[in-house]
Every structure is written in structure tokens, then in C-alpha cells.
């Protein structure tokens, strides 16, 4: 079969429509935020998350002006503008459940989450109050079940009490503290930052955990 004239029309036609579609695609994708470099809020007091977040599952939710995770099995929920190198990130936050397990990660990569539920690796440090049955919290670099990590085990989550946790980065320390009083550190020699080391997420595994008055201020 030879090349004939309708032949090559057709062929252009095919060009043009696979170039408009890309052209359409391109579009249509969703561009990030700009990175925060000034006073960042948010009180979710509205009908839905919003586009300031990537959810990568099911299990969040607003409600009564705070946002709900509850069985989102290390699927994280991550704020799509980037973190600054030094940062001060607060908010208040609770747990329904006597299990307690109220989790955030800082500093991870923005889009990772546990595929299959067997072992979450995270991307950044995995902040987790009352974790395990509420047996235990810890700041988790780059494991969440790394026995050397910073810890506690005498702390536990009262169930429908409410905390107002601050997490700061200077240069290589990570201060956390509950209710304006120190809790735990960490001093990392090779503090995790750059691209892929930027992003903040809400996290969640099963219980019945609860956000709200969420600030990020620049340092």
C-alpha cells in the first residue's frame, strides 16, 4: 500500500489532535503553591480540605472547624507549599481514642505514603504522640520504629484533651514541645533538608485524631 495524499492528511490530523491534548494536559495540571516564606495559617473552618493539600488516601476530612484523620493507614495528607529551612509549625490537636497515636511528619518529601500498611518508611522526621496502643512517642528520622530514635514512654494521650504542639527547626536541632513545655529533641548532625527534605503532612494510622489552628512562621 503506498502513501497517498489522504494518507499523509490523516497522519497530520493525528499529530495535531495528540499535541492539542498534551497542550490541554499540561494546562490543566495543578501547580504547586510558592514556598512559604511568611506567617502561613490555616483553621480548616470550611466545607472541605482545600487545594492547599495533597492527600495521598482517604481517612481526612473538615469538621466543626478542624480537620479529622482517622484511619488513614500512613497515608499522609501534606501541605503542597514548601517548609523553609528553619521553621516554627504549630497547631492544636487531639485524639478521641484511648489509643491516642496523633502523628505528623516534617521535612518529608510531599507525596510518599505506606503502599501496602505493613511498614511506613517516612521521608522526613515522623513526630508521633502516644503511638503503639499509646505506649509510646518519639521523633522518627527517616524510621518511625528506629529504636535509637529521641522517645518517651511515661507520657500518654488523655483522650479528648486538648494540646498545642510548636515543632522548630534551627540549624540542626528539632525542639518539640506540648503545651509550651520542652518534650523531646532531636540534634542531627545531617539534618534532612533540600529537595525531597521540604514538606509538612498531617499523618494518621487508625484512632480517631483531630487538627486545628494550624501556623507556619519562618525563622
Known amino acids: 500500500m503506498g502513501i497517498t495524499p489522504d494518507t499523509i492528511d490523516y497522519h497530520a490530523r493525528v ?32 466545607d472541605s480540605i482545600g487545594g492547599s493539600y495533597y492527600a495521598t488516601g482517604d481517612g481526612y476530612k473538615t469538621a466543626n472547624g478542624a480537620l479529622s484523620a482517622t484511619g488513614a493507614k500512613n497515608h499522609p495528607m501534606w501541605l503542597r507549599s514548601r517548609l523553609p529551612r528553619d521553621v516554627r509549625i504549630e497547631f492544636d490537636c487531639w485524639s478521641t481514642d484511648a489509643r ?10 510531599g507525596h510518599s505514603y505506606d503502599p501496602d500498611g505493613n511498614r511506613y518508611a517516612p521521608t522526613g522526621y515522623e513526630i508521633i504522640f502516644g503511638g503503639w496502643n499509646n505506649s509510646q512517642s518519639m521523633i522518627g528520622r527517616l524510621d518511625e520504629h528506629d529504636a535509637g530514635s529521641p522517645s518517651d514512654r511515661k507520657r500518654k494521650v488523655v483522650a479528648n484533651q486538648k494540646y498545642h504542639w510548636a515543632i522548630e527547626r534551627r540549624g540542626k536541632l528539632i525542639r518539640w514541645s506540648i503545651d ?14 533540600g529537595v525531597g527534605h521540604d514538606y509538612f503532612g498531617f499523618n494518621n494510622w487508625e484512632s480517631d485524631t483531630w487538627f486545628d489552628n494550624l501556623v507556619i512562621q519562618p525563622l
Do not use: Y
Not at 501547580?31 to 473552618?45: E, G, L, N, Q, Y
Not at 509550651?180 to 533538608?193: A, I, K, N, S
Open 100 to 109: 491516642g497515636d496523633i502523628k505528623v511528619e516534617v521535612f518529608g518529601d
Open 180 to 193: 509550651g513545655v520542652d518534650f523531646l529533641r532531636l540534634d542531627d548532625p545531617q539534618p534532612l533538608e
Open 15 to 46: 499529530r495535531f489532535l495528540l499535541l492539542l491534548l498534551l497542550a490541554l494536559l499540561a494546562a490543566c495540571k495543578v501547580k504547586d503553591p510558592p514556598p512559604i516564606r511568611d506567617r502561613w495559617t490555616d483553621s480548616f473552618d470550611r
